[in-house]
């Protein structure tokens, strides 16, 4: 079945270090692949997303690659704060499907 | 402009007891999901519904069940809790806009049987 395997499931950084967060899909028709960004406690939220057409897409900070041959995709964070300390989900869906599939989690830790 | 609403946010359940958790959006959105989370699994989707009046399964539906009487309203329900189903619940929601799009969630809802 369909499947998003993700790695690291714990990262640690020092403030200012990047960040990467590394994600392979199995469904080679999924075309959608949003990253969300559950702080403790709260709800999941979108932080940025990208589609199949394009191989990366930047915002500020974050950044995500996408690779449809190799079916994987990752998030950048660069000029890491402790702010971004949270568990970041990327998750994977199909054009015209119903259901996203996600990623286990990563629980990215920065340190001041 | 509400967004996603659960209620309640916090419960405990005895072994074989029932309970029904809802979800409400104010966004007019045609797709709804129910997702539980549990450490290191991430987010797995129960039951989710395309459109009022219709439900379907997702990868972890068994001991659940689900309605969608209202487009508004998704019901997440536990005929006789187990202590296997301990975890946050979450309920989304999104648009059908025929590509995909953004999914909004809910707060949560943590739930412990005991």
Known sequence: ?112 | NAGVTQTPKFRVLKTGQSMTLLCAQDMNHEYMYWYRQDPGMGLRLIHYSVGEGTTAKGEVPDGYNVSRLKKQNFLLGLESAAPSQTSVYFCASRFNTGGNTEAFFGQGTRLTVV
């Open chain 1, 1 to 112: 079945g369909e499947n998003v395997e993700q790695h690291p499931s714990t990262l640690s950084v020092q403030e200012g270090d990047s960040a990467v967060i590394k994600c392979t899909y199995s469904d080679s028709a999924s075309n959608y692949f949003p990253w969300y960004k559950q702080e403790l406690g709260k709800r999941p939220q979108l932080i940025i997303d990208i589609r199949s057409n394009v191989g990366e897409k930047k915002d500020q900070r974050i950044a995500v690659t996408l690779n449809k041959t190799a079916k994987h995709f990752s998030l950048h964070i660069t000029e890491t704060q402790p702010e971004d300390s949270a568990v970041y989900f990327c998750a994977a869906s199909r054009g015209g499907g119903f259901k996203t599939i996600f990623g286990a989690g990563t629980r990215l830790f920065v340190k001041a």
